[in-house]
């Protein structure tokens, strides 16, 4: 097929003397046809645009469905696009617009992605990730369905999750969680509905990769193998990187990633992007796949112009927390600030307060929650902390002063098991529900749970309750709560304290909190962590910011992957040479845990 191009232009004006009317063009960097999986870099070119800020939309569609938007208005001019899916015609829009002068173009043009299998026979071929292959398989009958399973010459075995059968269509799949410089076999698997039937293997090679991963040390006596499931470290400013258990790597994230905070079933990741030196167009929230493909991407400039038009208050960023929900939608966590009066000191002070904000599927706010609008700020970080500009790691961006008061620090979000927010404010100790009602609710807080909030605590221990935690949630029962308690506020009183893993039996009815695990991690993270229900009852519990002094007396920062007995036994231990901001034991790259 050619590529076509075609054009829709529209022009606004707001009592500015344009120029000329505006206009855009997108080409791509490699001509229709290609096969699947080929890495197409799109490029917008505005012409007879006027002074001003120039923002860019992408939206790609298969022909004859609905447009669905890949990076909503934001100042990257090119995309990076690929497709495993189905082989055909493919659309991709591109629109631009002058924030000064309200001025918009657009421009579609069409391209066709074809088959990698042309025989019976299944191939594989690489992608532009060097850890991640394609496996394409000919097309199966309506009724069926078909996996890929994968190994290495050790005998680990990995499969992809069924994909059902498209009939006239070929069959494609990420294969992902590779060591580099590896030899594999892959095949497939037809479940007919009435047997099951195995193609023959086809053998391929993995490169040597040029990433370098930190040092890895195993904390527990003994080894294990491969087969038993992957770690996936969010590391800071720099690739995320999956492991197996022994510390080889498998994959890794795109590295304009600060946060790696969720994996999602499927194969796809949430991540935020956060720079304290840089204005809002450039903190972003993105899903991306396996081989690192922007699947949906917006920032925070954009949010602003939605929250502005809805009479909310605009934020500064993202930070620490984006995850997707069971409908399609995302959930993100973001900052704003204000200038308050006497409130947390004498005279004005700059205080940064968290927004939660809900989008759709297409990147838009349907639902929008102001912590100033629903919590007292009179009640002041319990620890002091505060902020300078410009934020780091331990601060969202912020920009009305050179010093600002990290009032809440929110650190996690989780649509609760009944259609609620579980919300962890760090600096107050505290763990929050808010009212959504699945997109419905008024934001109003339901309860507090912490120390001097709402709960009684049921507990032997003479400090039961956390302190500055993190990722917080419930279990499915909608009753059992697991949290990192990185246990900041008992380390004021006395530095010689741990870090704890902690299950609590939440009875939201009579306000009672029964402590069920209170697992002494044996060392202290100052900031960061997880905490993981495992398959096996145990639980997974990661240490993230750890201080060593090295020989020389350096101090230098690691991480620590604990796995855990229900008696507070440590079974598993692994330790990274560096940050972690989150960890995930995961069976593999397809499934959350």
């Given at each position: 097929m050619k590529l076509l191009l075609f054009g829709f232009l529209t022009l606004l004006t707001s009592g500015t003397r344009l120029s000329a009317q505006m206009s855009v063009s997108v080409s791509p960097s490699v001509q229709s046809p290609a096969p699947h999986g080929t890495l197409v870099t799109w490029t917008a070119t505005v012409s007879d645009a006027n002074p001003g800020s120039l923002r860019y939309r992408f939206r790609t569609r298969r022909s004859g469905d609905d447009f669905h938007t890949v990076v909503d208005y934001g100042p990257k001019s090119s995309l990076d696009w690929s497709v495993i899916d189905r082989e055909g015609a493919y659309e991709i829009e591109v629109s631009a617009k002058n924030t000064d002068t309200g001025e918009t173009a657009g421009a579609s043009a069409m391209f066709e992605w074809t088959r990698l299998v042309t025989s019976r026979t299944p191939v594989v071929t690489p992608t532009a990730h060097p850890l991640v292959f394609i496996y394409s398989a000919p097309g199966c009958r309506l009724e069926g369905r078909m996996k890929v399973q994968f190994w290495s010459s050790d005998g680990a075995v990995q499969s992809t999750p069924y994909k059902p059968c498209d009939p006239g269509y070929s069959m494609n799949f990420y294969l992902a969680g590779l060591r580099a410089d590896t030899e594999y076999s892959a095949r497939h698997i037809l479940d007919t509905g009435r047997s099951f039937v195995s193609s023959a293997s086809v053998t391929f090679k993995t490169p040597v990769i040029s990433l370098q991963p930190p040092s890895v040390s195993m904390l527990t006596a003994a080894k294990v193998?491969?087969?038993?499931?992957?770690?996936?470290?969010s590391?800071?400013?720099?690739?995320?990187?999956?492991?197996?258990?022994?510390?080889?790597?498998?994959?890794?994230?795109?590295?304009?990633?600060?946060?790696?905070?969720?994996?999602?079933?499927?194969?796809?990741?949430?991540?935020?992007?956060?720079?304290?030196?840089?204005?809002?167009?450039?903190?972003?929230?993105?899903?991306?796949?396996?081989?690192?493909?922007?699947?949906?991407?917006t920032n925070a400039e954009r949010v602003n112009e939605q929250l502005v038009a809805l009479g909310i208050h605009p934020i500064n960023g993202f930070h620490h927390e984006a995850r997707k929900l069971p409908d399609g939608k995302y959930m993100v966590l973001a900052d704003s600030e204000r200038i308050l009066t006497d409130v947390q000191g004498s005279g004005p002070v700059d205080v940064i307060g968290d927004t939660i904000l809900a989008l759709d599927p297409d990147l838009q706010v349907v639902w929008a929650w102001d912590s100033f609008d629903h919590l007292d700020p009179h009640r002041t970080a319990l620890l002091g902390e505060t902020c300078t500009y410009p934020a780091g790691l331990g601060c969202a961006p912020?920009?009305?002063?050179?010093?600002?008061?990290?009032?809440?620090?929110?650190?996690?979000?989780?649509?609760?098991?009944?259609?609620?927010?579980?919300?962890?404010?760090?600096?107050?100790?505290?763990?929050?529900?808010?009212?959504?009602?699945?997109?419905?609710?008024?934001?109003?807080?339901?309860w507090r749970l912490g120390n001097g909030g709402d709960f009684q605590i049921v507990s032997p221990d003479p400090s039961p309750w956390f302190s500055h935690q993190h990722d917080a949630n419930f279990e499915q029962d909608d009753a059992s709560l697991m949290l990192f308690d990185n246990g900041n506020s008992r380390a004021a009183n006395d530095s010689t304290i741990h870090s704890r893993g902690q299950l609590l039996r939440i009875d939201e009815q009579n306000r009672v909190a029964t402590l069920l695990l209170n697992a002494d991690l044996g060392t202290y993270s100052s900031a960061v962590g997880s905490a993981q229900r495992l398959p096996n009852r145990d639980y997974h519990f990661d240490a993230g910011f750890i201080y060593v002094t090295d020989p020389s007396g350096n101090v230098n920062t690691i991480s620590q992957s604990l796995e855990v007995k229900p008696s507070g036994d440590i079974v598993f231990g692994i330790q990274f040479g560096t940050a972690a901001y989150r960890s995930f034991r995961m069976r593999d790259l397809y499934t959350a845990p």
């Open positions: 193998p491969s087969v038993d499931g992957i770690l996936l470290q590391l800071f400013f720099t690739n995320s990187i999956a492991t197996d258990l022994n510390g080889n790597v498998v994959w890794y994230s795109p590295g304009d990633i600060t946060f790696l905070t969720r994996p999602q079933t499927g194969g796809t990741f949430l991540g935020i992007g956060v720079d304290g030196k840089k204005d809002t167009s450039q903190q972003f929230v993105r899903e991306f796949d396996l081989a690192g493909m922007t699947l949906a991407e912020f920009y009305l002063n050179p010093n600002a008061n990290d009032w809440l620090h929110g650190n996690s979000v989780q649509l609760t098991p009944d259609g609620n927010i579980l919300y962890s404010a760090r600096h107050q100790d505290w763990l929050i529900k808010i009212d959504y009602r699945n997109g419905a609710g008024s934001g109003n807080i339901i």
